[in-house]
């Protein structure tokens, strides 16, 4: 999600956020040093991955977890939410 001169607002982040992350939702704990990124299970058994991209160039990265392997990309300036079943 971009907005004009490709950085989100924080009232962007915000409402990018809360479409997936739902009241009664736990914060899980990440790993990860590459990009800013916060991690949710919610209550109906979904894994919801926020990753913002604040850098100014695109970004290359992986996701992990159980056995999912992914890898992803982020232009500068962006934030992308991931979601899978747990």
Known sequence: MECGNGWISRANRRAHAAKWVRPGSL??????????????????DRIVLIVLNDTAETRDFRIRYRDLNAAASLAAGTVATYVWRA
Request: glycine share 0%; hydrophobic share 40%; net charge negative.
């Open 27 to 44: 914060r899980l704990e990440t790993d990860a040093d590459t990009l800013p990124n916060v991690a949710f299970l919610t209550p109906d």
